[in-house]
């Protein structure tokens, strides 16, 4: 456990750089040119290279289909609420969606890791490139409804570059192509940069917030949502499939990380409410640790793993 917070806490010193950075340059920094930086020129490495870790099976590709039906079957009550919950359509978005952009990467990896040992990376990647599709997908087309009619806001999921990318890359792992080594190398080179810029990124937008500000129904709601509403409808439905308890206990605790820096470039991108955002996510990093401790105990009770 000691190890997993020190692995969190090492990534998160990227979010303090970028906090001093605006800090010290201010207005010089500018947070959406990091923003488009980041959506149409790094993200598409972290894709490609993530799907040259590992080959392709059925069995991952089951995984990856239970964990888009959870959020299918788990969003549309969440849309359903925040229509009547919120006037504000940019707060009807990010309660719809945010909460269900978990942080699969910079924590969910090393945090399985940690829990499970190497073999639950297979597993934790893919589920990290699901959560790709449903970020640039899903959660484009919510927060464009934000501040855009319905065609422009399916329009707007066509420019991600991200998309296409990974498409091709699945169907270049499916058919057994492999890239030279130095190709490899320079796919992993821009994964780590955009993974670094989404840190860096977040906290640009750390600076000037102010959590108080944030709408107290927004703020109460898109938080239980997330650590309350997914996790728990999330172990029940994982209940009804046959899936090894390991496999299950890795979807679940890939449901219960913290809110993705990822909702920062579409908010941002889209002018729907990204302080409020960044707010949301600061609190989740911040929530998650004790949410830890009681996901390690509900791992070690009901599913029966320990490291």
Known sequence: MVDTLFSIVFVYVFIVLGYVAKRIFKERMDSKTLTLMSVYFLQP??????????????????????????????????????????????????????????????????????????????????????????VYVIGTYIYSRGSFDIKQSLLNIVKIPIIPASVIAALLNLSGFRFSDQMLEFFKMGAYGGIVLQLFLL??????????????????????????????????????????????AIILMEMTTP???????????????????????????LLFVPVLF?????????????R
């Open 45 to 134: 490495f972290v894709s490609i290279w993530g799907f040259s870790t590992a080959k392709l099976h059925p069995e991952h590709i089951g995984v990856v289909g239970i964990y888009w039906a959870i959020i299918l079957v788990l969003l549309l009550p969440s849309v359903a609420i925040a229509r009547m919950l919120f006037d504000d359509p940019k707060e009807r978005s990010v309660f719809s969606i945010a909460g269900f952009v978990g942080n699969t990467g910079n924590i969910g990896i090393p945090l399985g890791i940690a829990l499970f040992g190497d073999q639950s990376v297979i597993y934790t990647t893919l589920i990290n490139i699901a959560n790709v599709f449903v």
């Open 203 to 248: 906290g640009t937008f750390l600076y000037g917030i102010r959590i108080r500000q944030v709408h107290p129904k927004l703020f109460i709601g898109t938080l239980s949502q997330k650590f309350l509403f997914v996790p728990f409808f999330s172990a029940l439905i994982l209940a009804q499939t046959s899936l090894p308890p390991f496999v299950q």
């Open 259 to 285: 809110l993705a820096v990822a909702n920062i470039n579409l908010a941002s991108l889209y002018e729907c409410r990204p302080k409020d955002v960044t707010s949301l996510i600061l609190i989740s990093t």
């Open 294 to 306: 009681i996901f390690t105990r509900v791992v070690t009770t009901f599913y029966g793993i320990t």
